[in-house]
């Protein structure tokens, strides 16, 4: 039986694994006809062609906890039981040269100082929370994040998350509308294929300008859901 991954379907997903397993050093836990699943540190990324195969196999594997749900039906909340809140829709970067980076007027882009941490937690936008100014200076430190400076002010930046997501991407409101979120994620996108990565970025199903921008850029869409969740086993233990 052919694993998943090999499913053009699944195309999206196997990038994200792929790249997880290549730089992140993620532990394949298993990859067979009906799903796949790695483990970074303490998060499980998964992909399942019938989601009520996952609650067999997250009894053999152990995938509880903190669980990245991919390419999972809208009601995957409702099937496994838990709170999925905003599904995402991940995109990757599947073209074999990066797309060309053209700056607004006036507009530079440079790596951010840790000490711009509290900076940048403050302006964070994130309605899942969970960053805090130290854990934005390990970003800055381990992945980086990046800062368009216009005029010689800092008008936005972009980042990656602990599992090299693309991600933070924020334009101040004063300086929006002037092409600055589009030169931000171009850079990025090069930044990371210099690495020889995939960039991968997650959007909330419900952000239309964050969508249109994906597309825009020439990611692909996965075909499902994606959903950040803490998926606990029926005794109420994760």
Not at 25 to 34: E, P, V
Not at 107 to 121: E, H
Request: with cysteine; glycine share 10%; proline share 5%.
């Amino acid at each position: 039986m052919a694993d998943i991954l090999q499913n053009e379907k699944y195309s999206v997903e196997r990038a994200v694994i792929d790249d997880v397993v290549k730089h992140e050093n993620a532990r394949i836990l298993f990859c067979d006809g009906k799903g796949a699943a790695v483990r970074l540190g303490d998060l499980t990324k998964c992909v399942f062609a019938d989601i009520s195969d996952f609650a067999v196999y997250a009894d053999k594997y152990g995938l509880y906890g903190d669980v990245c749900l991919l390419g999972a039906p809208k009601n995957a909340p409702c099937v496994l039981g838990f709170d999925g809140g905003t599904p995402c829709v991940t995109f990757a970067y599947l073209e074999s040269m990066p797309p060309p980076v053209e700056m607004p007027y006036g507009t530079d882009i440079k790596r951010l100082a840790p000490s711009l941490a509290g900076t940048v937690a403050e302006a964070y936008s994130n309605p899942c929370g969970g960053y805090t100014a130290d854990s934005i200076a390990v970003l800055m430190r381990d992945k980086g994040v990046f800062g368009a400076i216009t005029d010689g002010r800092l008008s936005g930046f972009i980042g990656r998350h602990g599992d090299g997501n693309m991600g933070m991407l924020e334009v101040f409101p004063e300086f929006r509308r002037r092409g600055i979120a589009t030169a931000l994620e171009r850079f990025m996108i090069n930044y990371v294929m210099t690495f020889g990565r995939t960039p991968v970025c997650d959007v909330y199903a419900d952000n239309a300008a964050s969508f249109d921008l994906q597309c825009k850029l020439g990611l692909t869409p996965a075909t499902g859901y994606t959903f950040w969740c803490e998926i606990q086993k029926k005794d109420g233990r994760s």
